[in-house]
Structures are given as structure tokens and as C-alpha cells.
């Protein structure tokens, strides 16, 4: 050290300043301003007095320096230790020996290691050694891509500490550079702890991996925060709460938007700032903060002078002096409007794709980069057996297991590296059923374009797969014996025509060589032209071609054509091997309209039930009126009523034998009743201009069969004959008696002789080719306009009369007029004469109590009113579970009860065996306007002994619970 000369003139106080000198390390040496003499003392007593006062002042000034300095470094590790943020730096003296360059760690760069701060040497080898094995490729990438590209690098590793705990950090560092030679000098940078925010926001772990809180250095470090603020885009701020005096970084003023060198922060100039709608809640949630020791956090808006709104989250702590005062408020803040922006846009995509998903019947999907699901609809459930909670949050291994996991694992990642889209098959097992997948996967990305998962669509194949399979199979067996082999110039002239070719389209192969293909076969030439561009294109070509045969009939074949090529390479010609699917496409479509059926029969099925409501308190309601009734013309209008609501309820019941297809009953049926009831269907729903007459003779004889059944057979063909006459016409309908003898029963395979009643439906109208005739009681053959006709009348029709032992005659001529003969066997006695119906009396009741369970509340006040009507006491129950409620409270008093068989909440099935088990003696009688046969053999079974249809008369009603009464035990 320099020695140092003072002055002592005995009047300046100077010892302080030696001893300051003393602790730099210089030596002092004091001269007595009286060894020196005269004018010279005086000038050397002068300037030695002046230097003294520059080292003073320059000592005092390196002192505020460094208590300034120690003051930065006390606030940098606070602001760290808030943030989780460790700071570190490398030399890069030697780049071919990464571990002879120097390395330093801040104190909480230790702690997130695991160490304490300076307990073990921190080198190259100890931080590869911390760092997960397999993440080390990654980190040499990344340093490796920041030195020949000199721009600053970040990657997300993993941690494991000295105690084995695994931690998730973010490593942002800065290089620098010799500006002279461009040599590397030294890396910069910060590692924060993003553990918990990976773990919660995956889908956004990019932009919360950023640094949380960076605080001021020492001047040389100071630099190097300001750097990872700006990589950051995180603001510090500090506030002074003794003096309220604020100071923010230069990326705190980039963020508020403010000119550092002009704007002057203070609370109340950042309040200004903040949103006005923010700001009573930003000022409170920072005054309710002086008196907490935890890091607090608050989410805001600013606006700025244009308008623009930005979104901030800021984050900061109060430290308190030893008397728990306020003294100091640290902070952060970050600009996190293009999250928010982000998040919105994904919420708004995720929404709407969210409401596709659910309203497709495939499985729709999406996940993240981890393979987790984050999107999962019901059609997905359904393939998979799980529901939605189950699956959200789990990957693949959940679903499929090791093996199936792997599959879908290859096919993702194929997706993610090529990041194009990709349709693949996966046979898959979940559930304990392994089925094969038809999915399309594509990479989901954020508003930037960076893939952050996978969006896949997935479609259950495997019913298609054994289907095509067992196509291909039997295309094999049958390749030369039914598909048609051609081969054609790219001029579509025919060069070679095989004997299947001749037996599908008509043509011999003397006919077809030599003639162009697509003036033979193709009437719209559009899909023949494109499908040969694409086989000359792509060298083959697989699809569905609409043609025409030599008879003028479309047809339907499965196209393969081959491009067959030159030995030079040149294309030459097409190789076409077509396969007649016609058939298979009407199957098709007759099983589309059979489903159709089905569906109708059902709707059928529940309306006729609801009628059947409807009906009964009317019919019920009709037998109370005529009871108090003695007018004639009242009497006879009540008639009419009754008349046409047990029209309605054999109307409904037609229904339900057509819906349901029940058992035909046999009984003796009067064609001419038949003939006289459909007249009047046809007087009264078909158009004017058709004419509707009958002939029915007195002598007919009568048929055994089912009344419903042969009823619909006459409007089946009364229906047909209407649709052969637009523009009107005449209608007949007839009947006689005819023997067939064994000539004439010769002429029909399925004709026996003996007695007949020929029922004759003859028409008017546009009349049928011979061709036509002959397909006319296929199924769903129909020469009507679409979604006129189902093509199943006229089969039903045919199956109908054999089930009954007869036949049909049809008769046809263009412009004439169709006849349809319809031969029934007939039985030769006599009709039994029909006689009036004379009243009864009905049986009363003696005042026993009658519990009454049905949902509808006209059926029940309907049956109270008749039960009361004719001495009977009445409980009324809406469904089961109240019916079983005064069961138990009354059973001894309860005589009978009457219960429908469907209801909700709790239907008479499940009600039945509930009532017997409180008394096994209880007499029930069930009724059901359905005839489900499995419903009654249930309450059958559960030792119900007594059922009525609805809708039913009082007459059944009160014969059948006099019966069930007498039958009681009791």
C-alpha cells in the first residue's frame, strides 16, 4: 500500500481519517507542521492539507458506495428467496473443458439445488450431476444452439436434489460476447423453481415458466438483472413505506409505459394508471398487505392514454422492522395480457370445440404434450367404458393398458415430429374388449402456431373391418367367376372383355371390343372422368361408379383399376376389375327403411298406449251418463259417442297389432263388414275425384282368420289403387263365393281346392308393366317417388294372405287398370245370425273399498265415479309408491285393487310384488293399454290372476272385479 504523509497543524482533527486510512491498509506517517519553516512549510503544510481533504472525501464516498452496495445485495437475495429465482454465472475462459470454467451460484440458487448456501464447491460436474439424466442432452443443445446463434437460450429441466425429491426449474441465461474478437466470455443467468405451475398449467407452462421476481445487483450485477428482466418481460418495485417514496426497474417502466427518465413513480401516479374499475380493489388489497409476513399476489388491468387495456399480475412481500412496523414493499410485476388474451381465445376454441365434440357420435379428443387428456366427449366414453370425470387428467396407460398405451404413444409422437396429420388404425383393448379404431390425430396449436398437444377424432371399425375382410375373402374365391374384367386404352376404348363383363352389362365381347367404354356404360361421365385422372395420377384407383347395362338398368359396381404401364414406363392402359354391388346397395337401403319401420312401430306403439288413456273414461263416462238418462234422443247420442269410441279403441288396437305384431286371433270374419267399414276409410280420406263403389252379395260366406290382419290387407290395396289414379277415377270393391276345383287350383302353387271368397280391389289407373307385376311383392320394392312409398305394402299384403291360407291374382294393363283377386279360404255353413245386444244388469258392490292406482287423472276420477256409481267405496293412488303408502296403512280394509301397469315413478310390475309381500292374499286386478305380452306374464308371475286391456267399458270393469271379489278368500 501507498504510505501516507499527514499534517498535524494541532488544529484540524485528521485522526479520523488516518484511521480510516489504517483499515485500507496504508501507512501513516504524521509530520508536525513545525519541522518544516517559513514560506516552504507553509506551501507543503498547504498542499498536504488538500490532499488530506480529497482522500476524505474520496473515502467517504467509497463508504456510501459500499453500504449502497451491500443494500442491493441484501435486496436481490430477498427478492430471489420471494421468487424462487437462483442467479448463476460461468466463465467461458476454456469451451473444449466446460468444467475448468469457473461457476458461481447465488444463495437461493443453492437452496433450489438442495444445499445450503456455500456448503459444498459448486463446479460443472456438480450441476450435470444434479441435473435428471435425461434432460442433459437437451441443456448441451440449448447451450450449444445459444453459442453459434449468440442469442440467449431457455430450457425447462428437472432437479434432483441431495434427498432424491425431484424439482421442474427454467433456466434463462444471456451470453456474453468479446465485442473485438466475438469469443464467448461468460453466461448470465437465472434458474427458477416452476415446479407447482407445471404440475397445474401445463397447457400454458410456457408463459408461466418465466422468472417471477428479479431484484437490483451490485452496479457490475445490476446490468445482468436488468437483462434477465428484459428476457423475462418481469418488472421489479420497491416502495418505501416510512417515506411512500417508489422506485421501479426500467422493464416495470417498459411494462406501465412510462419514460424513465420523465415519469417519477409513486403510489398515487401508478393508481392513476390502473384501470378505474381495479383500482379500489388494487389500493386495498396493497394497505390490507402492510400488515401480513407472506408474499401476497393480485391480478389487475391498466389502461393506457390510447385505450388499450393490459392485464398485470403483480406479486410482492412487506418486510417489517424488529417492532413488526412496515418498512419496505417488494415486489414484481409482469405483463400477462397475452395470457389472458391466450386464454381467452382457448377458452372461446375450446367452447366451441368442446360443442362439436358432444355432437358427433365419434370420439373426439384432445391432449397435451404429456399425453394427458384434456378433452374427452361421450362418444369417447362410450368406445372406452369410462365417463368423462374418470378420463380428464389420465393418459393412455389408463385407458389401454402397457401395450395398447405404446401404440397410441408411436402415432402421437408422429404426429408432434412431423406435425402434419396423420390417419392410422389401432386395435385397441379397454374395458376388456378389443376393437379396432379408425383415428385421425392432428397437432393442436396455441394463437402463436406452437403445438402445445394433439387433437384426434377416433371412429370404432371394427364391425367395418371384418366386414371388408370377408369382402375381400369372398372377391378372391369369386374373382374370375363373377367380376367383370375389361381392360381399356387411355383413349376408353375397350381392349378386352371377359365372360362376367358379357353377363353384367349385357354386351358379348364382339359387341363391346373396339367401343368406347364411357358412351357404353356411363350416362354422367364426371365420376368416370375423375376417377381415371386419379388412376392415371396416383397408378390405381379403388371407388363406387354409378353404370347402365345394355337393357338400359343402372347398376351399381366397386371399382378397381390398375394402371398398366409399357416396358419403357409409359402408361398404356387401364385394368378394371368391377364387382356388381347393386344388390348389396338396395340391401343397404332396405335396411335403413326397415330400421325406419321398426321406429314408426314404436311411435305406433306409445300413441295408441295414450289414446287408450284417452278412451277409457270416455267409454266409462258414456255407460255413467246413460244410467240417469231416459230421453231417447239424449240416449241415442250417447249411443253414437259409444259407438265411436269402441270404434276408436279397435282402431287403436289395430294400431297396436301392427306396431307390436301380435299373434293373429282366429274368428270368424264377414268380408262384407270389412269391404262395408273400408268404403267408408275411403269415402272419407281419399280425394273426391276418385270414385269409390262396392258389390257384396247376401249369400257370402264367411272367413276364419284375423279381422285386423285382412282389414289391413283391403287398405293396402285401396292405398295402391288410389296412388294409380291422380287424376281420379274409379275405385271398385267386391266379393263371391267360388269353388276352385283341382283344374283350376292347378293353375296356383299355393291353391288347394275347395270353397273360396274372392275379394276383387280393380282400379282405374295408370296400370303396371309385365316387369313391374313380377317384382311387386318383393320387400321395399316401390315404384314411387321417394319418401312416398316403403315398398313393404304389398309384401305384407302377400304374407298376410298365406298366413291365412290364400292367394293372389294380380292383373295389369298400361292406361287401363289393375286388378288384384284375392282368394281366401271360406267356410260353406251358414252365418250364425247376428242379435241385438240386450242389457244387462251390472253387478253391484256392497260397499267394499276398491284402491284405484293409475297415473292418469281423468282415468282415476272416471273409475272413482263408476265404483261409487254402483256401490263400491274408492282409493285413489297416482302411482306405485303411493298405492303401496295406504296399502300398508289400510290392507285390511282394501277389498280389491286395480292397477295399471305403467306409470312412472313406479309401474305396476314393480309395484305388484310390493303389495303381495304386505299381503299375500291381496286381490289385484292389472290393466294395460298395451298388449305387452312380457309385462302381463311378469304380473302373471308375480301372482296376479286377474287382467283387463284399456280401454274398458264399466260392464268389464264391474264384471271382473265381481269376480275377483268372489274368488277372495275372504
Known sequence: MTPVLIVDDKKTNLHEVAALLREKGHTVKWVNNTSASGLEQDEAWLKL?????????????????????RANEASLAAAQRIGH??????????????????????????????????????????????????????????????????????????????????????????LLFDESTGAPLKMIGTTHDITDKHRSQ????????????????????????????????VGSWETNLQTFEVQWSAEAHRIHETDEATFHPTHEAFLQIVHPDDREAVNAAFLNSLHLETPCELKHRLRMPDGRIKYIQERWQVFQDENEQPQRALGTCRDITEQVETETKMQLTTDLLRAVAEGTPDAVFVKD???????????????????????????????????????????????????????????????????????????????????????????????????????????????????????????????YWNHSAERLYGWTKEEALGKSIQEMLYKDPSAFQEATAATIKKGEWHGELQQTNKDGQDIIVEARWTLVRSESGEPKAILAINTDITERKKLEQQFLRAQRMESIGTLAGGIAHDLNNVLAPIMMAIEL????????????????????????????????????????????????????????????????SIQVKTHVPDDLWIVQGDPTQLHQVLVNLCVNARDAMPDGGTLTLSAHNEVL??????????????????????????????????????????????????????????????????????????????????????????????????????????GELILVVDDEDAVRQITRQTLEAFGYRVLLANDGAEATAYYAMQKDAISAILTDMMMPVMDGPTTIPVLLRINPHAQIIAASGLNVSDMVANAMNAGVKHFIPKPYTAETLLTKLRQVLTESPS
Open 369 to 495: 404434450l404429456e399425453g394427458r387428456y384434456l378433452l374427452f366427449n361421450e362418444g369417447a366414453c362410450k368406445l372406452v367404458g369410462r365417463s368423462v370425470e374418470e378420463v380428464l387428467g389420465q393418459d393412455d396407460l389408463f385407458l389401454f393398458g402397457p401395450e395398447g398405451a405404446r401404440v397410441v404413444r408411436d402415432s402421437d409422437r408422429q404426429v408432434m415430429s412431423t406435425n402434419q396429420v396423420l390417419i392410422t388404425e389401432e386395435i385397441l383393448t379397454a374395458a376388456g374388449v378389443t376393437r379396432t379404431y379408425s383415428a385421425t390425430k392432428a397437432p393442436y396449436r396455441d394463437n402463436q402456431g406452437n403445438v402445445i398437444g394433439l387433437i384426434g377424432i377416433s371412429r370404432d371399425v371394427t364391425d367395418s373391418k371384418a366386414a371388408e375382410i370377408k369382402l375381400r375373402e369372398q372377391a378372391t374365391l369369386l374373382d374370375k367367376a363373377q367380376d367383370a374384367i375389361l381392360m381399356r386404352s387411355l383413349e376408353h376404348h375397350i381392349l
Open 49 to 69: 492539507q488538500q490532499e488530506n481533504l480529497e482522500l476524505k472525501q474520496t473515502l467517504q464516498q467509497h463508504c456510501e458506495t459500499e453500504v449502497a452496495l
Open 625 to 688: 251418463l246413460k244410467l240417469h238418462e231416459s230421453d231417447s234422443n239424449r240416449l241415442n247420442i250417447l249411443s253414437t259417442i259409444e259407438g265411436s269410441a269402441k270404434r276408436g279403441a279397435d282402431m287403436v288396437s289395430q294400431v297396436l297389432s301392427f306396431a307390436r305384431g301380435v299373434e293373429s286371433q282366429q274368428l270368424d270374419v264377414r268380408i262384407g263388414h270389412l269391404i262395408q267399414e273400408v268404403e267408408k276409410i275411403a269415402n272419407e280420406t281419399f280425394f273426391k
Open 202 to 233: 401445463v397447457a400454458f407452462e410456457k408463459s408461466e415458466q418465466e422468472l417471477r421476481l428479479l431484484a437490483k445487483e451490485l452496479d457490475k450485477e445490476r446490468l445482468r438483472l436488468v437483462t434477465a428482466q428484459a428476457v423475462a418481460k
Open 85 to 174: 429465482f437462483g442467479s448463476w454465472e460461468q466463465d467461458l475462459k476454456d469451451l473444449e473443458d466446460r468444467a475448468a470454467n469457473p461457476m458461481r451460484w447465488s444463495d437461493e440458487m443453492f437452496r433450489l439445488a438442495g444445499y445450503e448456501p456455500g456448503s459444498i464447491e459448486v463446479t460443472n460436474e456438480l450441476f450435470f450431476r444434479l441435473v435428471h439424466p435425461d434432460d442433459h442432452e437437451a441443456i448441451r443443445e440449448a447451450v450449444a444452439e445459444a453459442l453459434r446463434e449468440k442469442k440467449p437460450y431457455s430450457v425447462v429441466h428437472r432437479l434432483i436434489r441431495p434427498d432424491g425429491e425431484e424439482r421442474i426449474v427454467q433456466e434463462i441465461a444471456h
Open 741 to 846: 276345383e283341382k283344374t283350376s287350383a292347378g293353375m296356383n302353387l299355393q291353391a288347394e281346392p275347395g270353397p273360396y271368397i274372392v275379394l276383387k280391389v280393380m282400379d282405374t289407373g295408370t296400370g303396371m308393366t309385365t316387369k313391374t307385376i313380377e317384382r311387386i311383392f318383393e320387400p321395399f320394392y316401390t315404384t314411387k317417388e321417394l319418401g312416398k312409398g316403403t315398398g313393404l305394402g304389398l309384401s305384407t299384403t302377400l304374407a298376410i294372405i298365406k298366413s291365412h291360407g290364400g292367394f293372389i291374382r294380380v292383373h295389369s294393363e298400361l292406361g287401363i287398370g289393375s286388378q288384384f283377386h284375392v282368394y281366401l279360404p271360406a267356410q260353406t255353413d251358414p252365418p250364425p245370425e247376428l242379435s241385438e245386444a240386450q242389457p244387462v244388469d251390472l253387478p253391484r258392490g256392497q
